[in-house]
C-alpha cells in the first residue's frame, strides 16, 4: 500500500473563523474538518499572507518574489530578465474614512481593455525607468532594468483585498515616495480614460490603480525539487512550480481521485474554494465553498487517515497556521472531535 505525505494549502479556510463566531454566534459544523483538525498538531496562524505561506512551502525562505514568478507563469518560453514587479490592475471604491480594494479576478477585464490602458500609462510615464506589461489581462507587471532597485517594500494583493488600503501603500524604502507620486498620477490619468468611460457605460468598475508588489529578487532554483507534484492552478503557483521544476497538475474531483494515484512521495494541493468569500466577508459563500470542500475532500482524507492510506497530512490555512496529522494520528481516540468554535472560539486575530 503506497502511503503518500500529502499538504492541503486552503487559504481562506480558518483566518476569519474568530471573527465570524464573535458576529454571528456560528459558523456551521463540519464532522470530518472538525475530526482532523482536533486529531492533527495545530499550530497557530502566524498571521502570514498566503504569498508568504506558499513560497514557504516551495523553500523560498525570504520574500516574495511574486513579481519574476508570476511574470514566469505568464510568458513561460520567455527568458527572465530585468527586475519584475506585480502591478495588479485593481479598483478602488470610496468608504467611510478610506479606500477598499477589488481585485482584477471580479473585475471581468478583456485583453484589448488591458492593452489599451497599459499603452495608455506608458506613453504618459515614458520618462520614468519603469515599463507596464499586460502579462495577462488580469495580471500585469512592472518591468525595470537589471540593475534598477525598486527602493519600496510592498504588501501582497491579499493583504489588500476586500480591505481598507491607506495602511497597506508603500511608504518605506528610498523610493517610496516616488512611486506614491506615480501612482496618485497615474489614478489621475485613468479617472477620463476612455477604456473606463466605456466599462461605467456597462455598468462595470473602471480599473482606477494598481497595486504594486512581489518585489522581492528571484533566488536561485533548488538543487532538487522541493516536492514531487503539485496539484491546482494560480499564476504564483504556476510559477513557483516552473522555478522548482515540480510537475504542476490539474486539480483531481476529489481527494479519492488523488489518492488512487499517489505513490509514496510528497505532494501539494491547492484548494481555492473558500478563498474569495473569507476576502470579502461573505459567509454564505464561505459555508457553501466548506461544504464543498467537506464532501470533495474532508470525508475521503478522513477515511485515508482512518484505513492507514496517508503516512501524512498536513492542513494548511494559508495564514501559516498548520494542523499536522502523522501516522499515529488515527490512534489518537482521547483526542475527541471539537467543533470549530471550540478550536479557535477564544482567538483574536
Known sequence: ??????????????????????????VGRYPALEWLLSRGDLHPSRGLPRETALCRLFGISDGIPAGALTRMACHPDEPLTGRWL????????????????????QLNLS???????????????????????ASAPDHWHIHLPDDADPGLETQPLSAAVGQRVGRLLPRKG?????????????????????????????????INSLWIWGEDPLPSAPAQAPLAAVFGQGRLLEGLCQWGRVPCQRLTEGADALLETSAEEERLVVLEDVWAAAAYDDIEAWRMGMEALERAWFEPLL???QQGRVRSLQLHAGDGSIAALGPTARWQFWRRPRSLNDLLGGETR
Open 1 to 26: 500500500m503506497t502511503q503518500p505525505v500529502l499538504h492541503l494549502f486552503i487559504p481562506g479556510l480558518l483566518h476569519k473563523v474568530p471573527e465570524w463566531l464573535a458576529s454571528y454566534g456560528e
Open 86 to 105: 506585480c502591478a495588479e490592475p485593481v479598483y478602488l471604491e470610496a468608504g467611510i474614512d478610506d479606500l477598499v480594494l477589488t481585485e482584477a479576478s
Open 111 to 133: 485583453s484589448p481593455e488591458a492593452e489599451a490602458l497599459a499603452t495608455l500609462v506608458n506613453e504618459h510615464f515614458a520618462h520614468r525607468p519603469w515599463t507596464l506589461k
Open 174 to 206: 528610498p523610493h517610496a515616495n516616488a512611486w506614491l507620486q506615480d501612482l496618485n498620477e497615474l489614478q489621475m490619468l485613468l479617472y477620463p480614460a476612455p477604456v473606463n468611460q466605456e466599462r461605467e457605460g456597462r455598468g462595470r468598475h473602471p
Open 303 to 305: 477515511k485515508a487517515v
